[in-house]
């Protein structure tokens, strides 16, 4: 199909969930292509996923972070959608061979961050109550706080912050890209350093889902593309492939991009916070990929692969 720029009349139907971030992101989407491509018409095709309906069960057990998107992909296969909105710390490694990421956005503050009564993360009581439901942060927290009592959390946001606000927790911590795009980042109490905490691979950064070979969609979506975005991902998930994980199993990956080079931290971590093999590399942008593979090697040779099967055959 040739490039074009869109007819008046034409209509691209965004699959998306149903929260309250999930929406913004998706909203952001459909603000960008109408204002570079004036007279597209742009619907959003709100759903409830696996992973939004399950709320009383950590993610590790139902499957992972992946039951946010399923049924995302199948409105696509199906043509009941043209593409998927995602944060790109949901999307699994492998997806359907008839899809594919066709752009990612600028990444936003990648950092994890505690919102808690009082100061940061050191002025909490002993045996504070801190939710997460996370792994990755679970292993980091413990290895900064052996103290703490940390329970899962689940549901959106607003669900997070209302238990909050009730005392049902003296801390949670979430990743400030998100309250940041909701504008409720005032509420944060501290912001991790990565250094302190190493965040999810592809945290901060939304991905733009489609069918292959949808060259339509793909020409509507070039310019919303970030270059920088796209190499960060590209090492991380390369980091990610090599280590074969999932949500189940704490691993942290986060590359900074400086000019023409990439630097890549990878880290495995053991569930109880008492193990940590890290790795790092640097080198050109445009060997991103190759930058992945290296780190996750590193990884595995420094022992991640016996954390990893430790964790998947307990």
């Known amino acids: 199909m040739s490039e074009r720029s869109p007819a008046a009349g034409d209509v691209i139907r965004i699959a998306t969930r149903g929260s309250q971030l999930a929406l913004w992101q998706a909203e952001h989407v459909r603000e960008r292509l109408v204002q570079h491509h004036p007279g597209l018409r742009v619907e959003l095709v709100v759903m ?5 309906k399950i709320l009383d069960t950590p993610l590790a057990k139902i499957g992972g972070k992946g039951l946010f998107v399923k049924e995302l992909e199948q409105a696509m296969l199906e043509g009941r959608a043209d593409l998927a909105v995602h944060s790109m710390k949901d999307v699994p490694v492998e997806l359907p061979p008839e899809l594919h990421i066709t752009c990612v956005l600028k990444r936003e503050d990648p950092r994890d961050c505690l919102l808690a009564h009082g100061g940061d993360l050191a002025s909490l009581p002993q045996g504070a109550i801190v939710g997460t439901s996370s792994l990755r942060r679970r292993s980091q927290l413990r290895a900064l706080r052996p103290d703490l009592d940390l329970r899962d959390l689940r549901g959106n946001v ?9 005392g049902e927790y003296h801390g949670i911590v979430l990743a400030l890209a998100g309250l940041k795009r909701l504008g409720l980042d005032g509420q944060v109490s501290a912001a991790f350093p990565t250094q302190q905490m190493l965040p999810a691979i592809g945290q901060g950064i939304i ?10 969609i793909q020409t ?5 593309a970030d ?27 986060h590359a900074i991009i400086d000019g023409d080079r990439l630097s890549l931290s990878g880290l495995v971590a053991s569930l109880d916070g008492r193990e940590f093999i890290r790795a790092q590399a640097s080198g050109l942008r445009r060997d991103a990929a190759a930058l992945g593979v ?4 590193q990884l595995l040779a420094g022992g991640a692969r016996r954390i990893l099967d430790a964790l998947e055959h307990p």
């Open 48 to 52: 409830k996923t696996t992973g939004d």
């Open 158 to 166: 607003n669900t997070r912050l209302d238990k909050l606000a009730k």
């Open 207 to 216: 991905g733009i889902e489609c069918r292959r070979g949808d060259t339509r």
């Open 220 to 224: 509507l979506l070039a310019v919303l």
């Open 227 to 253: 270059a920088d975005a796209s190499d960060a991902i590209g090492a991380e998930r390369a980091l990610n492939a090599t280590l074969q994980g999932g949500c189940q199993v704490p691993i942290a990956g």
């Open 294 to 297: 290296e780190v996750g090697q």
